[in-house]
């Protein structure tokens, strides 16, 4: 069975993202990394909340993505002013590997979409709270440092969310 990604890949989405990133003096590799892998996986949440909006069977997971949609778009146009005043260019669409998990998830509908959209959001959401963990902790920058620090109660409150509703789901 495959394993279907939405948010962040943490450490192994660099490897996958083909986006380049302009010559940037202003943020560490770590910095860069981050806000690269941040970019990626609110891209691919946003198209995947979306998708959910429309194909989940179950009301409190069309509520659940409705919320993923704002709070992610919010966050991702954050990040992009943020990126932006550092001359640091970020992804607009999702990679490949978020594009062909989304039009997976496309065909799906009811109960088996609300299944693998809901435990995808849960182990995303693992993987997003630690890779803005450290960032909260250790970034260099100021900027992204307080970026990843308002942004990690929200992606905590996410998890829960997540949890709860595939307890139900």
Do not use: W
């Not at 192994?12 to 560490?28: E, F, G, K």
């Not at 981050?34 to 609110?42: V, Y």
């Not at 607009?92 to 065909?107: G, N």
């Not at 450290?134 to 997540?162: C, E, G, N, R």
Request: charge should be neutral; proline fraction near 3%; charged fraction near 15%.
């Amino acid at each position: 069975m495959l394993k279907y990604r939405y948010a962040t890949l943490a450490f192994h989405a660099m490897a996958l993202c083909t986006v380049p990133l302009i010559a940037n003096a202003n943020l560490s590799s770590n910095d860069t990394t981050f806000a690269q892998n941040a970019a990626m996986g609110g891209l691919a949440e946003i198209q995947a909340a979306r998708v959910a909006q429309k194909n989940a069977s179950n009301d409190d997971i069309k509520k659940f993505a409705a919320q993923m949609d704002k709070d992610h778009t919010t966050a991702s146009n954050e990040l992009m002013q943020v990126a932006g005043s550092k001359g640091l260019a970020l992804p607009k669409e999702p990679d490949a590997s978020h594009t062909a998990e989304l039009q997976h998830m496309s065909k799906l509908s009811g109960a088996a979409f609300d299944k693998q959209y809901m435990q995808g959001q849960v182990a995303d959401h693992k993987t997003t709270v630690a890779l803005f963990q450290q960032a909260a902790t250790s970034a260099q920058d100021p900027q992204v440092k307080a970026y990843a620090q308002k942004y990690l109660p929200i992606l905590q409150h996410h998890l829960q969310m997540a949890e709860a509703v595939r307890v139900g789901s």
